[in-house]
C-alpha cells in the first residue's frame, strides 16, 4: 500500500487534485501533503482527533487561526491549498513551503534569518521527516531536498 491507495484515499484525492489546480500548487503535492497530516484516517478528517498541536482535519489546520476547521473536509482542503500557496508565495520554495506548513512560516523565516540560507539540517526531526517523506513520492524542487 502507498499514500495514493491509503485508506479512504480514492475519496479525497479529487477534491485534493482539484485545489491543486485551483491554486497552481504541483500535482498530488497536496494530496500527499494531506496524507502526511492525516493518514486518510476518518476520525481524523472528520475532526473527531485533535494533534498534539491542537489541529484538526484532513489538513490539520489550528483552530487558533482557521475557527471552522475539521468541519468541512473540502473547506479544509481548500483552507490548505490556499495556505501551502501563500507559504509558496512567501519563500518561492516549494520545499521551504512544506517546511512552512509542517513547522509554520515565521519558524521558518526566523531559521533563515539566522543561517542566511535553507537548511534542513537546522529544522526539527519532525519537519525534516515531513519535508523528506513528501519529496520523494512528489518530487518538487526546491533548496531542502535533492529531488
Partial sequence: MNWMTANDA???IPALNAAELRYGIPHNLLARLAFEECSFLPDIISGA???SADCVGIMQLNHVYYPNAGQDPVADIATGGGLLLSLYNRFN???VALAGYNWGGGNVHRQYVEDGAYVLANYPQETKKYVTEIVRDVPVTGSLVSV
Fill in 10 to 12: 480514492a475519496q479525497w
Fill in 93 to 95: 520554495d516549494w520545499q
Fill in 49 to 51: 482527533e485533535k494533534s
